[in-house]
């Protein structure tokens, strides 16, 4: 059972680029977390998301962010026009359905932007 | 809203003793789960250990304990006969209990064991 994966593991990309995360939860999971961890910091929740619902978005910075969970396919972080304050460790967990203390994390997308 | 603190930003311990972190938490909910987890120079966040609120019994995993304090709001990382391979961040995270939610982490415990 392959463990919760994400892609690319390191991005980097100029000041003004758009960067996009992916993420594939584990197998029959269906709700994925988005966590953000800037250097020498803790992880810092950004966003829920269920299939193609987005359930708590309170983390994410209002503008330049967006997050989908779509019916097929790995949940997406976009970041567009990228500014060197998003460079950080983005973290992907996901859960299974009604538990609470159940969230797998994968290894995290390292966002270098220059 | 629920607030984690760890109040040791760093932490050495020479190999093969043991070593408490410290972790004090902020909560109005009766019904909660609380994590350590560890984070390795890899940046893998890699479950510890973990404790529900109602129960009283503190969790033990191996070399790995807790001193959970429900009145006091603590909830310290005991690492017994530390190894080299404990050297990491520890993060403590707390998380409701009343369907899928977010965790909240505190900043971080650096820890080095030193040979």
């Known amino acids: 059972n392959a463990g919760v994966m994400q892609n690319p593991r390191h991005l980097v990309r100029r000041r003004g680029q758009e960067a996009r995360l992916r993420c594939s939860p584990m197998?029959?999971?269906?709700?994925v977390y988005w966590y953000r961890q800037l250097p020498e910091e803790g992880l810092k929740f950004m966003v829920y998301?269920?299939?193609?619902?987005?359930?708590?978005e309170s983390g994410m910075p209002k503008e330049r962010f967006s997050a989908e969970f779509p019916k097929e396919g790995p949940s997406i972080l976009r970041i567009q026009q990228v500014v060197r304050g998003d460079s950080a460790a983005y973290f992907c967990?996901?859960?299974?359905?009604?538990?609470?203390?159940?969230?797998?994390f994968g290894p995290g997308t390292r966002l270098t932007v220059t | 809203a629920q607030t984690v603190t760890q109040s040791q930003p760093e932490m050495s311990v020479q190999e093969a003793e043991t070593v408490t972190l410290s972790c004090t938490y902020d909560?109005?909910?009766?019904?909660?789960?609380l994590f350590w987890y560890k984070q390795p120079p890899s940046r893998q966040m890699i479950l510890v250990i973990r404790?529900?609120?109602?129960?009283?019994q503190n969790a033990t995993e191996n070399r790995f304990s807790v001193n959970f304090q429900k009145a006091a709001k603590s909830f310290s990382l005991k690492i017994s006969d530390s190894q080299l391979g404990d050297t990491a961040m520890y993060f403590c995270?707390?998380?409701?209990?009343?369907?899928?939610?977010?965790?909240?982490f505190g900043t971080g415990t650096r820890l080095t064991i030193i040979p």
């Open positions: 197998k029959g999971h269906s709700h």
């Open positions: 998301l269920q299939k193609e619902n987005i359930i708590d």
């Open positions: 404790q529900e609120a109602y129960k009283q």
């Open positions: 967990a996901s859960s299974p359905v009604g538990l609470a203390d159940e969230q797998y």
């Open positions: 909560t109005s909910e009766n019904n909660y789960y």
């Open positions: 995270a707390f998380i409701p209990n009343f369907g899928n939610e977010k965790l909240t």
